[in-house]
């Protein structure tokens, strides 16, 4: 099978900077993969999505995507990308409706058709009843459940999900996962970063290590775990990565 | 197109739920012209139409001192109240107690040294003329001292309002010397008093001054404060939208909407685009409901009615470029600022100063040179100049050719920074 994503020898050197904020990263995703991307902070996790985003320049190396056979370069894969940023990324002062048909309409969607996902998402995300609310006033697991919404109102193929469910209770957590096994189950490809090691095991079918920029190790969950004779991701990261503090 | 409406559409919603900026950008102008024009109006009114309020105590033991109040009267500019049994000690107290912005006290000799100096001044023009021998002059005339009158007056009084007001008792008092000085010319001769028909001519108005605004082709009417403040203050509003405009792009970029529109095909520039757009629509609906209001609701309340200039392409010109440049210089602080803070204090400083050395508060032509080359460097100079030219000076496309060519300047060059710092940001 074709990669639906493969980056070849990518590298990052911001601005000034005398070490590379990724090194030399090859990497291949696969169609209707959970793909994670784990590594302790400063590792080039969110270097890496956000070039592979388009948010920015690699400093050398290339990437390509390949959707139902057809190879593309970055600028034409996007409106099949959704991206889910750590950080909110929306317009706090507008309606979550708003914001949603806002997003769908620079999509290039006709207006029925963000009118029809925008009630179908906001209803699956338990928001419907918050619909006309400004976003401002959402509580911070309806805000991480609208900054996904928005990232596949656009019906994307690859979603990036940069920490979706960081800050959020129990129960909004289910509801983003269960969205995204369901998205999952449709064939749409996920791509994921997160601290909690716990939720990544259980969701991801194939994960990749990352520290100082490289990437250590790639493999699905049960290989690693037991190629390391380890327990779980934690002390996976624990091993390869050791303990000192990265901040 | 479907996408910029789209844009428009969001860049709609975010103005209308920003209501500091919409008060800023729509009541601030009206508040400030209102003021100003209604300050300014009335400070003129208070040295042409008003009458002051004067407190004058007269001491004088001669004629004179009553003459000048008759004449003080009659010039119609005084509401005058006399109190003779005031003493000069109290004075001062008595006219801030009484509300008056001035006081006149005219002591005991004002008369006798009024014509003490004319006797003198007479008796040097006849035997200048020969007709008195010079052997003949009075000699022994104790000398006076010259005829002065104490004006006291409320320290808020600014002094170019003051210095006014002296200009105008200045010249009752010089006609008053220079009666005073043809009657004893004519009594020296041996006139018992000047000749009715001498006297009628003497009294004869004083030339009258015609004002004529030196602009081009006929017809133009009198500069008022109108003319000069609907156009300046709008400006100065139109400029504040550096608070909502960069603002608004700094709260984007900080809350990561603009990450996301850099993973939308084409959304980033028409985000720019669209902001363009709205906040020309802002800024032109802005000039007009002042120009609207100069022109039809000064009239009712008494403040001069604002005269647009014959030619409206013009006007149009300068507005819209007006316009353009407020938007590239919002744009600019927006994508150059870290925080909103720093993008609100620095726009709105910034937008104080281009307006102080850009003649929108004093004009230009009263400051030092230094800093009337100073304030080329003002965006708002230029746009005030050029409506300046139309408003006040009746002016042709020719005479705008200066602004025209500053303000597309500073926009190509507002528009290359903004450029270049997205372009590094990777924004575009």
Same mark, same amino acid.
């Given at each position: 099978?074709?990669?639906?994503?493969?980056?070849h020898?990518?590298t990052?050197?911001?601005?000034?900077?005398?070490?590379?904020?990724l090194?030399?990263?090859?990497?291949?995703?696969?169609?209707?993969?959970?793909?994670?991307i784990f590594?302790?902070?400063?590792?080039?996790?969110?270097?890496l999505?956000?070039?592979?985003?388009?948010?920015?320049k690699?400093?050398?190396?290339?990437?390509?995507?390949?959707?139902?056979?057809?190879?593309?370069?970055?600028?034409?894969?996007?409106?099949?990308?959704?991206?889910?940023?750590?950080?909110?990324?929306?317009?706090?002062e507008?309606t979550?409706?708003?914001?949603?048909?806002?997003f769908?309409?620079?999509?290039?969607?006709?207006?029925k058709?963000?009118?029809?996902?925008?009630?179908?998402?906001?209803?699956?995300l338990g928001?419907?009843?918050?619909?006309?609310k400004?976003v401002?006033?959402?509580?911070?697991?309806?805000?991480?459940r609208?900054?996904?919404?928005?990232?596949?109102?656009?019906e994307?193929?690859?979603?990036?999900?940069?920490?979706p469910?960081?800050g959020?209770?129990?129960?909004?957590?289910?509801?983003?996962?269960?969205?995204?096994?369901?998205?999952?189950?449709?064939?749409?490809?996920?791509?994921?970063?997160?601290?909690?090691?716990?939720?990544?095991?259980?969701f991801?079918?194939?994960?990749?290590?990352?520290?100082?920029?490289?990437?250590?190790?790639?493999?699905?969950?049960e290989?690693?775990?037991?190629?390391?004779?380890?327990?779980?991701?934690?002390d996976?990261?624990i091993?390869?990565?050791?303990?000192?503090?990265?901040? | 197109?479907?996408k910029?409406?789209?844009?428009?559409?969001k860049e709609?919603?975010?103005?209308?739920?920003?209501?500091?900026?919409?008060?800023?950008?729509?009541?601030?102008?009206?508040?400030?012209?209102?003021?100003?024009?209604?300050?300014?109006?009335?400070?003129f009114?208070l040295?042409?139409e008003?009458?002051?309020?004067?407190?004058?105590?007269?001491?004088d033991k001669?004629?004179?001192?009553?003459?000048?109040?008759?004449?003080?009267?009659?010039?119609?500019?005084?509401?005058?109240?006399?109190?003779?049994?005031?003493?000069?000690?109290?004075?001062?107290?008595?006219?801030?107690d009484?509300?008056?912005?001035?006081?006149?006290?005219?002591?005991?000799?004002?008369s006798?040294?009024?014509?003490s100096?004319?006797?003198?001044i007479?008796?040097?023009?006849?035997?200048?003329f020969?007709?008195?021998?010079?052997?003949?002059?009075?000699?022994?005339?104790?000398?006076?001292?010259?005829?002065q009158?104490?004006?006291?007056?409320?320290p808020i009084?600014?002094?170019?309002?003051?210095?006014?007001?002296?200009?105008?008792?200045?010249?009752?008092?010089?006609?008053?010397?220079?009666q005073?000085?043809?009657e004893q010319?004519?009594?020296?001769?041996?006139?018992d008093?000047i000749?009715?028909?001498?006297?009628k001519?003497?009294?004869a108005k004083?030339?009258?001054?015609n004002?004529?605004?030196?602009?081009?082709?006929?017809?133009?009417?009198?500069?008022?404060? &109108?003319?000069?403040?609907?156009?300046?203050?709008?400006l100065?509003?139109?400029?504040?939208?550096?608070? &909502?405009?960069?603002?608004?792009?700094?709260?984007?970029?900080?809350?990561?909407s603009?990450?996301?529109?850099?993973?939308?095909?084409?959304?980033?520039?028409?985000?720019?685009?669209?902001?363009?757009?709205v906040y020309?629509?802002?800024?032109?609906?802005?000039?007009?409901?002042?120009?609207?209001?100069?022109i039809?609701?000064?009239?009712?309340?008494?403040?001069?009615?604002?005269?647009?200039?014959s030619?409206?392409?013009?006007?149009?010109t300068?507005?819209?470029?007006?316009?353009?440049?407020?938007?590239?210089?919002?744009?600019?602080?927006?994508?150059?600022?870290?925080?909103?803070?720093q993008?609100n204090?620095f726009?709105?400083i910034?937008?104080?100063?281009?307006?102080a050395?850009?003649?929108?508060?004093?004009?230009?032509?009263?400051?030092?040179?230094?800093?009337q080359?100073?304030?080329k460097i003002?965006?708002?100079h230029?746009?005030?100049?050029?409506?300046?030219?139309?408003?006040?000076?009746n002016?042709?496309?020719?005479?705008?050719?200066?602004?025209?060519?500053?303000?597309?300047?500073?926009?190509?060059?507002?528009?290359?920074?903004?450029?270049?710092?997205?372009?590094?940001?990777?924004?575009?």
């Amino acid at each position: 099978m074709d990669p639906i994503i493969a980056i070849h020898d990518i590298t990052k050197i911001y601005g000034n900077s005398k070490s590379p904020s990724l090194d030399d990263v090859s990497l291949s995703i696969f169609p209707g993969e959970k793909f994670g991307i784990f590594g302790p902070n400063g590792a080039g996790k969110t270097t890496l999505i956000s070039i592979l985003c388009n948010i920015l320049k690699a400093t050398s190396g290339t990437v390509t995507y390949s959707i139902d056979g057809k190879e593309m370069h970055l600028k034409e894969i996007l409106p099949y990308v959704g991206f889910v940023p750590q950080d909110f990324a929306f317009y706090p002062e507008l309606t979550a409706k708003q914001n949603l048909h806002y997003f769908g309409g620079a999509f290039g969607m006709d207006a029925k058709k963000v009118k029809s996902r925008t009630n179908e998402l906001l209803q699956t995300l338990g928001l419907d009843t918050v619909a006309n609310k400004k976003v401002s006033t959402f509580s911070g697991g309806m805000k991480r459940r609208i900054n996904l919404a928005i990232g596949l109102i656009h019906e994307p193929k690859i979603v990036f999900l940069d920490e979706p469910t960081v800050g959020v209770d129990v129960q909004s957590k289910l509801v983003i996962i269960h969205l995204l096994e369901e998205l999952n189950k449709k064939g749409i490809t996920l791509i994921y970063t997160s601290h909690h090691l716990r939720e990544a095991e259980d969701f991801c079918s194939r994960i990749a290590l990352m520290d100082n920029g490289k990437i250590i190790t790639v493999n699905t969950v049960e290989v690693l775990l037991k190629e390391n004779n380890v327990a779980n991701l934690e002390d996976l990261l624990i091993n390869l990565t050791g303990k000192q503090l990265r901040d | 197109m479907k996408k910029l409406l789209v844009s428009l559409k969001k860049e709609l919603l975010l103005l209308m739920s920003d209501k500091v900026g919409l008060l800023l950008m729509y009541l601030m102008p009206l508040l400030l012209v209102f003021i100003i024009t209604l300050v300014q109006d009335s400070a003129f009114k208070l040295v042409n139409e008003n009458r002051l309020e004067l407190l004058i105590i007269n001491d004088d033991k001669g004629a004179m001192g009553d003459s000048l109040i008759n004449r003080l009267k009659l010039s119609g500019n005084f509401a005058i109240e006399i109190d003779d049994n005031l003493s000069i000690n109290r004075l001062k107290k008595e006219t801030l107690d009484r509300k008056k912005l001035m006081s006149i006290y005219i002591p005991v000799n004002f008369s006798k040294g009024i014509q003490s100096n004319s006797a003198k001044i007479s008796n040097l023009m006849l035997t200048e003329f020969g007709v008195v021998d010079s052997t003949s002059q009075t000699k022994n005339k104790k000398a006076l001292k010259n005829a002065q009158i104490d004006l006291f007056f409320d320290p808020i009084l600014q002094e170019n309002f003051r210095l006014s007001i002296m200009t105008g008792i200045n010249t009752i008092i010089s006609g008053l010397e220079n009666q005073d000085m043809m009657e004893q010319l004519f009594r020296d001769m041996g006139y018992d008093k000047i000749p009715d028909h001498i006297r009628k001519e003497l009294i004869a108005k004083q030339a009258p001054i015609n004002p004529v605004p030196a602009v081009e082709g006929e017809g133009a009417s009198v500069p008022n404060s &109108s003319q000069h403040n609907v156009p300046a203050w709008s400006l100065f509003a139109m400029f504040f939208m550096v608070i &909502s405009l960069g603002g608004n792009i700094v709260k984007e970029r900080l809350s990561g909407s603009f990450i996301r529109l850099q993973t939308i095909p084409s959304a980033f520039l028409l985000t720019i685009w669209s902001k363009i757009i709205v906040y020309l629509f802002v800024a032109l609906t802005q000039l007009t409901i002042m120009f609207m209001i100069g022109i039809f609701v000064f009239p009712y309340i008494e403040l001069p009615q604002l005269e647009l200039p014959s030619s409206i392409w013009p006007v149009i010109t300068i507005s819209v470029l007006s316009a353009i440049a407020a938007i590239s210089y919002s744009l600019l602080i927006g994508v150059y600022a870290k925080t909103q803070e720093q993008a609100n204090g620095f726009g709105a400083i910034s937008i104080i100063i281009f307006a102080a050395i850009g003649g929108i508060w004093v004009p230009s032509f009263v400051m030092p040179e230094y800093m009337q080359q100073l304030g080329k460097i003002s965006p708002l100079h230029w746009c005030i100049e050029g409506y300046y030219t139309l408003f006040l000076k009746n002016g042709a496309w020719s005479e705008l050719t200066g602004s025209l060519i500053f303000l597309t300047l500073f926009i190509l060059g507002c528009q290359f920074f903004t450029y270049l710092k997205l372009r590094v940001q990777n924004y575009i």
